[in-house]
């Protein structure tokens, strides 16, 4: 076998060295920790521009969950992303938009991009809009998603998107948690030439939500929909009646900007709020950074504008930076395999960021369709969303990059608002497999679980100590939960969640969730969503859901389920199980496999015991542990020998 190298020195990343070297990422970095307050006031009036300065640049109180940057500062994201850029960039594009077929797709500049935002934003005010209100946005990947997220920002609304992929379930409890009165949405969706029914699913959703009064539907595909003129509103046909300008909304820097719902270990999603000055100076410091954006390239991010991924770096990074920023309806699989490098080649992108699943998936099927391309645009490429294995590293280094755009692997998550550990181009070496050192401002810290701390090469649960602006500020009408599940447990510092090993270089590898949240596809799954979407099934009495190593996805999803007393176990009942799950939750959701569980192994405080559900779906039986704490030993038994064997 041909042997991996483990570290690329910054020298030879050739292609990327505009903005920082060791040196300078050594001073920053010192300044950034040592004077945080001096430290990010420049940042912040070096990045946005302000209608008011702020009183104090931090005021954070870990212990009372109190995180406020730049309070006292008035400032408008939506101007901040668009109305500032026109002065030089009105002609210039904002956003490529490619279609899910390779014929379809268009450009449209700041001016343009102002013009449907401020008539987005008329709309949303004739619909009774206002600072503060929230609006859920269920959309496709085309420009009006992006319009309706800054028309939201324009008028001080707070918007909450959700993910295209999820279906009647997941829109109906987030609109309820955040008590939307408006929901965008669109006809349908196409992705990989496959038609989704995005009205149908939010007129299921909405039915049970007697707070929503409007329903603003975006033609995509002009597909027949169910129409109701009490509450359903053409966009198209309303916008064309309203003016091109609207005055921004003055907010404060703490103002919420938007909420996203996002997996944990327990319970319903869990609403992330950010607000607007610290995030917005975040995604777009590190935008520029971390991908080393210059002026005038061409900027593409695969991610779904429904993920934390799409908010800071498809639209407010790269928008607050003046870039142009690519946005991508289809699948990386449709017409072909080849579809991410043809685009690549047809727009001549400079900096690639995606996920390793998509990677992984494309590796898998062989060199020939990336070679078709002329990739030599290609300076920079990033990864998001989970660990890369080193093979997948290097076929994306050598194979799509050439041997000469540096790798950005970068660790955050929905609640940091932007990248928190990742290697720098031209100032920090690449380790295939390692997301690499801490961003400006950013303390990561390792634990043991008795809350030591951990010095030097060591592994633990990784935590960040202290703030930075980004952070999120609570969770969305539950303040108490954000300190429970972030603060609370060494207090001083955030936890992630994430698991992490520093090596004697100080890089940090992430090992993964240590809590019962899934990756799967680079999507955050919470195992409790899925456990309560089959439960919701009239024939199964409980359910318990765990993660396997999946060769593509990272992990596969394995369920038990204990059916009631007058089910039948049969194959149709486990196709149709798997279907249901899909129906309410999302395609992307449903189970590899289902196994019936006469019974679950449960402590004698009836704790399921995961632990040993995912030995059983790893099909590694040797290290089942101690069994005897068990209420009952022998439904492990049964387990066993019922498990299914997968490759
Ligand atoms: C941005 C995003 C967050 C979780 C996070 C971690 C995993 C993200 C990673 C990574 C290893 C990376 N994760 N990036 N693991 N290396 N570069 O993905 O946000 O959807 O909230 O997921 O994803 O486990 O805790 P989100």
Known sequence: MKELKSSYPVLEQAKAHTYINSDKYDAMYKQSI????????????????????????SDVDLKTADIKWFSGGKLNVSYNCIDRHL?????????????????????ITYQELHDHVCRFANLLKARGVKKGDRVCIYMPMIPEIGYAMLACARIGAVHSVVFGGFSTEAIRSRIIDADCKVVVTSDESLRGGRVIPLKVNVDAAVADCPGV?????VQRTGGDVAWNDKIDVNYQEEVAKLPAACEPEVMDAEDPLFILYTSGSTGTPKGVLHTCGGYLLYAAMTHKYVFDYKEGEIYWCTADAGWITGHSYIFYGPLANGATTLVFEGVPTYPDAGRFWQVCDKHQVNVFYTAPTAIRALMSVGDSFVEKADLSSLRLLGTVGEPINPEAWHWYYEVVGKNNCPIVDTWWQTETGGILITSLPGAVDMKPGAAGKPFFGVKPALFDKDGNTLEGEDQGLLMITGSWPGQLRSVYGDHERFYQTYLSQYPGNYF??????????????ITGRVDDVLNVSGHRLGTAEIESALVLHPAVAEAAVVGYPHEIKGQGVYAYVTLMNNATESDELLKELTEFVAKELGRFAKPDYIQ???GLPKTRSGKIMRRILRKIAENDLDTLGDTSTLADPAVVDNLVSNRIVHG
Do not use: C, M
């Open 34 to 57: 040592e004077q945080p307050d001096i430290f990010w006031a420049e940042q912040a009036e070096e990045f946005l521009d302000w209608y008011k300065p702020w009183d104090s640049v």
């Open 87 to 107: 002065v030089s960039k009105a002609n210039d594009t904002a956003i490529i938009w490619e279609g899910d077929d390779p014929s379809d797709d268009k450009k």
């Open 213 to 217: 009064h409007s329903v603003i539907v």
């Open 496 to 509: 992630t969640g994430d698991g992490a090993r520093r090596d004697e270089d100080g890089f940090y590898w």
């Open 596 to 598: 019936y569980a006469p």
